[in-house]
């Protein structure tokens, strides 16, 4: 026992100090943690003998993160999107899977493992993807909403892939039809319970729990593992298990907190996960799979983002949009490592089969990530060559007519707290407001105020031919980001735009930095608001 706490000691100093590396290198930690594996695993340093005890951690780590998927599953981002949200999603499940099927049979692979290599290029990680929109401040954007969204539709499936591919590994026997009969309704006599429990027994007990916010977590945490057990137990899976426990739950007022909490703990024991697999893999077989897995790799990195932006630039939207949004799935998941694993333990693919997925995963991974980092700077030097993937006019993306563009004298950028409070103070001294802003939600409480609104990010120089500039006195950016003020400030000279401008500005060197480029006026809101509020304590001093 002693042994085994020094050798987990020894594996996390080594991940912390590679993670760091990674850090450096903006690298997701899967990627890093895959490399650490490899590196504690009997390929090099060969400390990792404690497999059962990994092994555990890793299993508890998977039920956790299907645990997440389950309790964040917000349908309402797939509504709030419409058809393009189910339309992108569906549409690159299916061009992925049967490509990816015909590519894998085209380069020597068998019938089984083919299907499952194809299923694994098909799913994007939820996980890295959110995390880097969320670092560049574009999860609230429209390609970022999108992209949420068709992300949700492939978390989906991928549950679903793995109940088939569960019931199929237990209807394996002399009737397989009885077999595959008794798993469908077992499936449908646990859903029945649940359905109840979460309707007169779950919204209690949580409630209950609440008053105690370590006995909430603990609940959870018990209630995932134990539903985990369960599935396993009825012919499903753990990880089917752990996701309907977390839907179970995604319906109380609690799974922000739940959530919130957990992330952590999901992140920790995935790391045991990842260390498993690097150190699982045969490095004896990446000479013989390198070109298949350069081959996959590159129809995952340039296949995935051109199927996006067709259905999305049919849909309406514009090439950048699309772009931006299709970048997101140019590379596998966490979940496809996951269906491969689940896969050798029902022995239907090799551990070869694996190594092929882990190496697609490690190349995809970590080249995306840069392309998703560069994304802007990628689509100026490549936006020409992208035009067959948008229609002449991107309807979805252009101001509904109703909205009147040739009333509109004020433009306003960015309808946050600020923006939206000076769009009221305008519209009451009688000015017609055309609010631009790249959060849906927004767009649409505006459109609901019957205001008129319209998609748009104040980075996209190309966004202004779609403006009514001719008629407009004013366009105001409330963005205080110095490199998104110059961006607007010269696409409206691109345009032709001759009225005036006011941009907004944190502090006084951006301000005159941007007086200098021809800014017409710079809002400083922490600067005015404070001058005001002296005045107002100035005016009400006692006599």
């Known amino acids: 026992m002693e042994n085994q ?10 991940a912390a100090a590679m993670g760091a590396i990674g850090q450096l290198l903006r690298q997701p930690l899967i990627v890093i943690f895959i490399a650490v594996g490899i590196c504690v695993g009997p390929a090099w340093l060969d400390i990792a003998t404690a497999g059962d005890e990994i092994d555990l ?69 939820t996980i890295i993807i959110v995390k880097l929109l969320s670092d560049k401040r574009e999860i609230d954007s429209l390609h970022g909403r999108i992209a949420v969204g068709f992300l949700i539709v492939q978390d989906i499936m991928v549950v679903l892939a793995m109940i088939g591919m569960s019931a199929l590994g237990g209807a394996q026997q002399e009737h397989p039809w009885w077999g595959a009969a008794a798993i469908v309704a077992k499936g449908s006599l646990f859903l029945l319970s649940l359905g109840l429990l979460m309707r007169y027994v779950l919204p209690r007990i949580v409630h209950w729990m609440a008053h105690a916010q370590e006995l909430l977590i603990l609940f959870a945490v018990a209630w995932a593992l134990a539903l985990a057990a369960l599935g396993d137990w009825l012919g499903f899976s753990k990880e089917v298990g ?5 839907v179970s739950l995604a319906s109380t007022p609690f799974r922000d907190s739940i959530g919130s909490r957990l992330t952590s703990l999901r992140d920790f024991l995935l790391l045991f996960f990842f260390i498993e697999l690097g150190s699982s893999l045969d490095l004896s077989l990446v000479g013989s799979q390198l070109l298949p897995a350069i081959v996959l790799s590159l129809f995952v990195l340039i296949g995935n983002p051109l199927i996006v932006m067709a259905i999305m630039g049919y849909m309406g939207y514009r090439r950048r949009t699309g772009f931006l949004a299709g970048l997101t799935v140019a590379q ?13 333990s029902l022995d239907h693919i090799g551990a070869e089969t694996l190594g092929l997925v882990t190496q697609v995963g490690l190349i995809t991974i970590g080249l995306s990530t840069y392309l998703i980092l560069y994304s802007h700077p990628i689509y100026e030097r490549i936006a020409g060559l992208l035009k067959p993937f948008e229609r002449r006019t991107p309807f979805r993306e252009l101001q509904d007519d109703a909205a009147g563009p040739q009333q509109i004298d004020t433009i306003i950028f960015g309808l946050g707290r600020f923006g939206n409070n000076l769009a009221r103070q305008l519209r009451q001294q009688g000015r017609e407001l055309l609010g631009v802003d790249f959060d849906p939600q927004i767009i649409a409480t505006w459109h609901a105020r019957g205001h008129a609104a319209q998609y748009g990010d104040a980075d996209d120089p190309d966004l202004a031919a779609s403006l009514p500039l001719t008629h407009a006195e004013w366009v105001v950016c409330t963005v205080p980001r110095y490199a998104t003020n110059i961006t607007l400030l010269q696409a409206l000279r691109h345009f032709g735009y001759r009225g005036r401008v006011a941009l907004t500005a944190h502090h006084a060197r951006d301000a005159e930095q941007l007086r200098q480029e021809g800014a017409d006026l710079v809002l400083l809101p922490f600067v005015d608001a404070a001058k005001e509020a002296a005045d107002t304590l100035l005016v009400k001093e006692p006599q």
């Open 332 to 344: 596998i998941s966490e979940f496809s490592l996951i269906l491969a694993a689940l896969g050798v």
């Open 5 to 14: 706490f020094y050798e987990f000691a020894i594996i996390l100093i080594i």
């Open 242 to 246: 752990a996701f309907l426990a977390g």
């Open 57 to 125: 951690l890793a299993r508890m780590g998977i039920a956790i993160l299907l645990f997440l998927v389950g309790l964040r599953l917000d349908m309402h981002v797939v509504r709030s999107m419409g058809r393009v949200a189910l339309a992108t999603g569906l549409g690159q499940v299916l061009f992925t899977s049967v490509v990816g099927f015909l590519l894998c049979l085209a380069l020597g692979i068998s019938m089984v493992a083919a299907l499952y290599t194809a299923m694994a290029l098909t799913f994007s990680s």
